[in-house]
């Protein structure tokens, strides 16, 4: 419950749970929960008693608020955007779900919250309003969506900042969307947050899918989130668990995976994997996190706990990951490796090659037909200076909208 303390909430956190305390807390403290992303199909949703995260509901509920990231609209109406990727969206009935499985509050700052259009949007609004299921991240326009949620968790005075970072479903002025994460306006929003006395959560929505290490700008900008006051960051997106650190001080979360997304298509195992972030806060910041493993979606729309065994080979995996993050010759070496992968793939994409073409790439075979070696830098040029790629963005824009 939001603004008012739990009673009764006392539940032990699941076996296989690590605690890592940071200090002792310094007065009254309040306990909240962040969730990575929840995403279920219309029709997917389980029937019976059971609840889908039945195992993890108590422990959930026990924090003074608990916020997950929903990953879909929740709609019958709308067509699909244009846009690069799927196009999600599920039942009103989610938000319920949500609700009784332990959430207060959930993040709308997403790629896929504007998947069904303005529409969807406000459908999502109103059934989380209905099942009493507070909201960030997501609104009328940018003001709106940039609204942070403030309350009294427990003892301590809260302000929730969710953003995402820029592809389809970003508001504007005059346009109803998420809010984005951006390098000037976020941290001075943080700021403020701060110097009003609450004690700021970052909820960033970023990384690249299926890579379980931050890339180096998402590394900068919750450092920069930290730096401005934020007393954690925590980030999903990926829809593969990543390492946490702690930054001056700040403990920052690169990627909690995916809650309960049940998967189109096959996906290896890092997919169904993910953890909770538990942070025990004060006046002060965080005094102690805590993080849950689980396995989600592989045997149907359910979330369960994962066994201490599994557990401990979890934390090892994350242990690794974190090794990596910890060392920037190590990081910048695996980031540098990743980008590899996607060579053949970002590059017929940027110089719209055939499936053919494609195929020549990979072989090594430039296709100078469509972009001699000399113009590659004025490309460059165009994606990496603010200026001109500020003018790209809104030609394409525009062109999307002919």
Known sequence: MIGAEKQG????????????????????????????????????LPGGAEHPWAPLASYIGAHDLAVVNLECPLTERGSAIAKL??????????????????????????????????????????????????????GADLAAASEPLVASVGAVSVAVVAVAEREFSIAGARRCGAAPLDPW????????????????????????????????????????????????????????????????????????????????????????????????LDAGGVTDLRFTGYVQGGDGPR??????????????????????LADPAALDRAWRAFCRTRRPYVLASVLGLSRVERGLLKAGIWPAWRLPRRRVPELFDMVVCESHREVLEHLLEEEMAR
Do not use: K
Not at 11 to 17: K, L
Not at 115 to 137: E, I, K, N, S
Not at 219 to 236: E, M, T
């Open 303 to 324: 979330v369960r706990p994962m066994g201490p065994r599994a557990a401990d080979a979890w934390h090892a995996h994350l242990d690794g990951l974190a090794t990596t």
């Open 85 to 138: 990727g799927p196009s999600l969206s599920g039942e009103a009935a989610l938000a319920a779900v949500a609700r009784d499985g332990g959430f207060g509050a959930a993040s709308l700052a997403n790629n896929h919250i504007m998947d069904r259009g303005p529409d969807g949007l406000r459908d999502t609004l109103q059934a989380c309003a209905d099942a009493g299921l507070a909201t960030v991240g997501a």
């Open 185 to 280: 306006a976020t941290p001075a929003l943080v700021r403020r947050l701060r110097d009003r006395g609450h004690v700021v959560v970052a909820i960033v929505h970023g990384g690249n899918e299926l890579y379980g290490l931050p890339r180096p700008g998402l590394v900068a900008a919750c450092r920069a989130l930290a730096d401005a006051g934020a007393a954690a960051v925590v980030c999903h997106h990926s829809h593969v668990a990543a390492p946490w650190e702690v930054h001056e001080g700040v403990p920052i979360v690169y990627g909690t995976g995916n809650f309960l997304f049940p998967a189109s298509s096959g996906q290896a195992s890092p997919w169904y994997r993910g953890y909770l972030a538990s942070l025990t």
């Open 9 to 44: 909430a006392a539940a032990e956190p699941p076996q296989g749970t690590r605690a890592v305390e940071l200090r002792p807390p310094a007065g009254p403290t309040a306990r909240l929960l962040v969730a990575g992303d929840l995403a279920v199909p219309a029709g997917v």
